[in-house]
């Protein structure tokens, strides 16, 4: 089992900046890759960002690319989110993932082994 508890979030004016926050406990964090997914109200859950177990390799959404960073400290067993120039559209919960299979997280599939339990990000105009 892989526990993932989430911080960070809030509402922010738009252009300004936010990160996330994932602490995970349980099995070796470092064995997962780790993504970030996000729901809006009245929408699916949809793919944001995925990093692989090294944290070499990334994967971002068309949406977000250049303007969020994800990231994870293995020392720490903590994925993070930089979310920058953040946009109204950006709204959501997010929620934080886990898989031991990276080929998963990094097509996108809403499907992991493991959620976090989900934080409110609102941008206001």
């Known amino acids: 089992q892989v526990q993932l508890v989430q911080s960070g979030g809030g509402l922010v004016q738009a252009g300004g900046s936010l990160r996330l926050s994932c602490a995970a406990s349980?099995?070796?964090?470092?064995?997962?890759?780790m993504g970030w997914f996000r729901q809006a109200p009245g929408k699916e859950r949809e793919f944001v960002a995925a990093?692989?177990?090294?944290?070499?390799?990334?994967r971002y959404a068309d949406s977000v690319k250049g303007r969020f960073t994800i990231s994870r400290d293995n020392a720490k067993n903590t994925l993070y989110l930089q979310m920058n120039s953040l946009k109204p559209e950006d709204t959501a919960v997010y929620y934080c993932?886990?898989?031991?299979?990276?080929?998963?997280?990094?097509?996108?599939?809403?499907?992991?082994?493991?959620w976090g339990q989900g934080t409110q990000v609102t941008v206001s105009s």
């Open positions: 993932a886990a898989d031991a299979d990276y080929r998963n997280l990094f097509a996108g599939n809403p499907t992991p082994d493991y």
């Open positions: 349980g099995r070796t964090f470092s064995r997962y890759a």
């Open positions: 990093i692989n177990w090294t944290g070499y390799s990334t």
